[in-house]
């Protein structure tokens, strides 16, 4: 028997899971198919390694999709303050919430307590089906719809398909969507580190010409660190004793926050610049990473998903007539293709612009850091815009 649904959902994590709040709370009918079981969450389990900076958009996004309490009540650190400075020399920038009126910058939240927070509102939408562990086996599209058989055997029917499953989305090679590639050459190196000195509420950024070095405030005296190198020297970060990656790390973050005391586990990812040639294609759309990613150093990856989601929910619940209709996905593409294209560029410049060692560019960026810092209207259109207040 086929199960019918306005729209079928791969992949349920944060940002396929926000979107099936957001149109389960609008009446639609979702099927969200996840290929993994999120693990259960205990306030005793040790902090992920993925963790996400949330811009106030995308706090405010959760909020209406009915997630920020249970991410609240799990656990999610607000930060107040980032400082960001250049290796190669005195160029600083400090941006404070005080300073532009607001609570905070944003918040600090592991990626599985944002899955797991729209997981639970998504279980209280009767027009929202979860099927997991499961995932598309064949998909048939139609003039009308699209026939999602999944490896279950259960077969679903929808006018639309929407790929939320990720940077190796299968939803966009069946839709035969091509993608551009950028291979940075470069990996994240993520941990977690207990550090001498109290983080003081604040996101530390330090640009080295190898790659940007973050800890990201948890509960006091935590921090979730991500510090881009180069692939062979973040394999070989890996493999060094606990003892000596933290005096590595305490050097790299120029002991702003006095010695790395201790690290947990360590992990490292390949970072790639990818966007795909077009978002829509026949009945299927895609949104998040399997769409689109960039590198981490501003941490805006998530934070264009939720933009993406939030788009994507709006175009299908004011059309009247097909969701899955040329009009509404191209609509879509037009509203949030200019704003993804847009911030990775911009990353790109950063990570061309801070990665280069000759002098005139250090110069250049290190006087005009000082010089934004002290631009008090420059650099609060700036937080503004990254907050998306
Ligand atoms: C080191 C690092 C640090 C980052 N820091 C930040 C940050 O601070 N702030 C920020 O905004 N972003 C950050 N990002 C980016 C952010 O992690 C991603 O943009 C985000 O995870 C994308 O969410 P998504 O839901 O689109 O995809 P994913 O998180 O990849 O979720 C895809 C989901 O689909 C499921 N899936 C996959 N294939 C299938 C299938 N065939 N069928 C069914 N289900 C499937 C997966 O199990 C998964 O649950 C960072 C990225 C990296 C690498």
Partial sequence: MQVQYDVIIAGGGMVGAILACLLGKAGKRVAVLEAHSPTVFSPEDPYDLRVSALSRASQRALIDAGAWEGIAARRAFPYEVMQVWDATGAGEIRFDAADLGEPDLGHIVENRVIQLALLDTLHTLDSVDWYCPDQLATVVV??????????????????????????????????????????YGQKGLVCVAQTEFPHQLTAWQRFMPSGPLAFLPLAEGFCSVVWTLPADQADAMLRLPDQDFCRELSQALDYRLG???????????????????????????????????????????VNLGIKDALELAAQICQSTGDCGSPKVLRAYE?????????????????????????TPWKILRNSGLSIVNRMGFLKYEMAKRAMGI
């Fill in 334 to 358: 037009r509203a949030r293709r200019g704003d993804n294209v847009l911030t990775q560029k911009a990353m790109e410049g950063f990570r061309l612009l801070f990665g280069n060692t000759l």
């Fill in 259 to 301: 010695a790395v005391i201790a690290v947990g586990e360590r992990a490292a990812l390949s970072l790639r610049g990818r966007h795909a040639d077009c978002y829509s294609q026949e009945r299927v759309v895609l949104v998040g990473d399997a769409a689109h990613t960039i590198h981490p150093l501003a941490g805006q990856g």
């Fill in 142 to 183: 139609d003039e009308q719809r699209v026939i999602a058989t999944l490896q279950s055997g259960q077969v679903l029917q929808a006018p639309l398909l929407v790929g939320a499953d990720g940077a190796h989305s299968k939803v966009r090679a069946l839709a035969g969507i091509g993608m551009s590639t950028q291979d």
